[in-house]
C-alpha cells in the first residue's frame, strides 16, 4: 500500500473559541502501556468547531465561499480555502446540513456525521464548475442549450417557494457531471442510494446482502439551479417547476459515446435506465423511476443518441446503475510520542472513499470515523480504491490561544479480494488504515513544530516535566 501526500497542511492561529466557544483544551491522560487504539479525550466542554477546506474541481482554493450550516449560521472561507464555524455547545443532532457555495457559481451540500463528545469535526468540499448561466422569460418558456446539457421549458412553467407564478426573467444555472469527458467527476457527491423493489428490479446485480444502501455509478448527472432576482433586496429567490408541470432534460450525445450496462451492448433507442434524484439535505439518493432515462436521437441533428428525462422538479438529477457491492474499512489513529505503543483513535474524520477502473468507474462514497476512529463505506468489487482522509487538529499554542491545523491524505489500497457481494462488517472489507504522529505531521505535512506540540499534547496528554525535553528533541526522540 503506498501513500501519497497531496496537500500540505494549512495552519489557522486565533480564529477558533470564538461566537462563545467556551475552550479548545480538554481532559487528557498521560498515556499508558495499553497497545490498542482507544478513543481520544474528553472534550465535551470544549463547545463544537467545524472546520475544512474548500477546493474547486481544479484543485483550486476556492476564496470567498459560503459555508451554511443548516439552522446554526455561516462563515466564508479565507484565501486558502480554510474555514471554522464554532458553537457553544455541540448540535443536539449528531449530523448536520453543511452548504458550500463558490462566488463563481460552484456549489455542493454534504451531510456531516459525528460524535458530539468530540466536537471537532472536519468537512472538506470539492465544488463543480457551472456551466455560463443562461437566462429565459418565464411566460415564453424556451429551450436553453449549454452545449453537452438542453433543457426545455414549457411556457408560465416556474413558481416561487410561496408557490406563486413567476413572470419576468430567470436564470437557469447547470452544473454537468460527464463521466465520458470526465468533467466535475472529481466532484461526485456520495453515490449512494436506497435500496428497494422498484430500485432492485432496475439493477443487474441482487440486493439481498445490504437490504439498505446501494452504491451507484453514473453515467450523466445534472444539476439545475433556477432563481430569479428579488427587486426588494436585489438576493435571488430559488424557482421551482409548478405542480403538474414537466421539463426536459437532455444530456446531448452521452448514449453514443458509453455501452448499456445493463445490456453490455451499445445504446439503442429506447434502451432505459432508472432515473435518481438526490434531495435537498440528504446524501442518499432516491428512485424516481426505473425507466425514467431514455436513449433517442439528440436534438441537435448531430445523428447521436442523447439521454432523456422528463422531470417535475429540479434538483440533482442521476441517470445511474448499481455497482456489484463490496466495503472498505479501517481505522485512523494518532500514536503518542511519549509512550509509543499507545495510539489514540481520531474521531470525526472525513474518509471520501473514491474507484477507479471496472464496472463501476468512477465511484465516490464519504463516511466519519467514530468515536474510536474507525470507520466502513460501501465500495465497488471491481475497482481499484483509495481514500483521501481529511482532518483538522484543534489545540491551544503555547501562549493559550487556539489554533488548528488541516490536512488531507491520500492512501491507495488495491481491488477488494472477493468479486461476492458483500457489507460492512464482513472481514473480506478492503482494508485502508491512517496513523498520524508528532514526526509525520512535521515532516510529511509541514505543520510547524510548535503546532505538532501542541497537538500532541492535545491528544496524548504530557506531564509538564517532560514538556521541554519532548519539545529540545523534536517530539521526543
Known amino acids: 500500500m503506498s501513500t501519497l501526500r497531496w496537500r500540505m497542511a494549512t495552519r ?18 498521560s498515556g499508558d502501556d495499553d497497545t490498542s487504539a482507544t478513543p481520544g479525550p474528553e472534550l465535551a466542554e470544549a463547545g463544537f468547531v467545524l472546520a475544512g477546506v474548500v477546493t474547486d474541481a481544479t484543485g483550486a482554493p476556492v476564496v470567498g465561499g459560503r459555508v451554511v450550516i443548516e439552522g446554526y449560521g455561516e462563515t466564508v472561507t479565507d484565501s486558502l480555502g480554510f474555514y471554522t464555524f464554532s458553537l457553544l455547545e455541540p448540535p443536539e443532532d449528531t ?7 463558490s462566488p463563481l457559481g460552484g456549489r455542493t451540500e454534504k451531510v456531516v456525521e459525528f460524535d458530539p463528545t468530540y466536537p471537532y469535526v472536519a468537512a472538506a468540499a470539492v465544488l463543480p464548475i457551472p456551466e455560463p448561466p443562461a437566462t429565459l422569460d418565464a411566460e415564453a418558456g424556451g429551450v436553453l442549450d449549454f452545449g453537452r446539457v438542453r433543457l426545455t421549458f414549457p411556457p408560465n412553467a416556474f413558481v416561487t417557494p410561496e408557490g406563486d407564478p413567476v413572470s419576468g426573467e430567470v436564470s437557469v444555472s447547470v452544473i454537468l457531471f460527464d463521466p465520458v469527458a470526465g468533467t466535475n467527476m472529481n466532484a461526485l457527491p456520495n453515490m449512494v442510494a ?36 428579488n427587486p426588494l433586496d436585489g438576493t435571488r429567490i430559488q424557482l421551482d417547476l409548478a405542480p403538474g408541470v414537466t421539463s426536459t432534460i437532455e444530456l446531448v450525445g452521452l448514449a453514443s459515446e458509453q455501452t448499456n450496462p445493463l445490456t453490455g451492448e451499445p445504446f439503442q433507442a429506447g434502451d432505459t435506465n432508472p432515473l435518481y434524484f438526490l434531495p435537498d439535505g440528504k446524501n442518499i439518493w432516491t428512485l424516481e423511476d426505473r425507466e425514467g432515462w431514455s436513449a433517442a436521437d439528440a436534438t441537435d441533428g448531430s445523428g447521436t443518441l442523447s439521454l432523456f428525462a422528463e422531470v417535475g422538479h429540479y434538483t440533482k438529477w442521476n441517470d445511474d446503475v448499481r455497482c456489484p457491492d463490496n466495503c472498505v474499512q479501517g481505522v485512523v ?12 483513535g481520531l474521531p470525526n474524520v472525513e474518509v471520501n472513499l473514491w474507484g477507479e477502473g471496472g464496472s463501476c468507474s468512477p465511484w465516490h462514497t464519504y463516511t466519519y470515523t467514530d468515536r474510536s476512529g474507525a470507520y466502513c463505506s460501501k465500495a465497488s468489487s471491481d475497482s481499484d480504491v483509495y481514500a483521501i482522509f481529511v482532518y483538522t487538529f484543534l489545540y491551544t499554542d503555547k501562549d493559550g490561544n487556539p489554533a488548528a491545523t488541516a490536512i488531507e491524505e491520500r492512501v491507495d489500497g488495491s481491488r ?27 515532516d510529511d505535512y509541514g505543520v510547524d513544530e510548535e503546532a505538532a506540540y501542541g497537538i500532541e499534547r492535545e491528544l496524548c496528554g504530557m506531564p509538564a516535566d517532560k514538556e521541554a525535553r519532548f519539545e529540545a528533541s523534536k517530539c521526543g526522540q
Open 95 to 101: 449530523s448536520l446540513v453543511v452548504e458550500f457555495d
Open 416 to 442: 477488494p479480494t472477493t468479486s461476492s457481494d458483500i457489507s460492512c462488517g464482513h472481514p473480506d472489507c478492503l482494508p485502508i488504515n491512517l496513523t498520524l504522529s508528532c514526526l509525520s505531521l512535521i
Open 12 to 29: 489557522v492561529a486565533g480564529v477558533l473559541c470564538v461566537g462563545g466557544l467556551v475552550a479548545c483544551g480538554g481532559d487528557t491522560t
Open 333 to 344: 489513529t494518532y500514536l503518542c510520542a511519549e509512550s509509543k505503543d499507545r495510539e489514540v
Open 194 to 229: 436506497e435500496s428497494d423493489e422498484s430500485a432492485a428490479a432496475a439493477h443487474t446485480v441482487p440486493v439481498e446482502e445490504d437490504p439498505d444502501l446501494v452504491l451507484l455509478r453514473t453515467l450523466g448527472m445534472v444539476d439545475v439551479e433556477i432563481t430569479q432576482e
